[in-house]
């Protein structure tokens, strides 16, 4: 198993490795698999497969968080839906749709799909 085969939220619930924690992707901690934007901490039991691609760097420490689920069975909720990501053009794209020249120094500088 890969790690983009883990659930969604797992995958979209990471952040960017500052502050000397790795958390640019789930990782491993104990019997669970984790992950974070630094404001929000998701996980999910660990699946019995060997999983590619988890962080192997240094993660917050992420076992003093209230994870009791006895605290949570009478406000548990399911995992809203995630809406897919949207992606706007920008202007140059625009532009160069329709017929318009694009100024040398945007090029380039924007990742155009």
Request: aromatic letters at 4%.
């Amino acid at each position: 198993m890969h790690v983009r085969d883990l659930p969604e939220i797992l995958q979209r619930c990471v952040g960017v490795d500052e502050m000397g924690y790795e958390v640019s992707r789930p990782f491993r901690r104990g019997d669970h698999i984790y992950a974070t934007d630094q404001r929000i901490v998701v996980r999910m039991p660990l699946p019995a497969e060997e999983i590619e691609g988890l962080g192997t760097g240094r993660v917050p420490p992420v076992e003093s968080q209230a994870w009791d689920v006895s605290l949570y069975r009478e406000r548990a909720s399911d995992l809203p839906e995630i809406p897919p990501p949207s992606v706007v053009p920008c202007r140059c794209v625009e532009d160069r749709a329709a017929g318009a020249e694009v100024p040398a120094s945007t090029r380039g500088s924007v990742r155009h799909g």
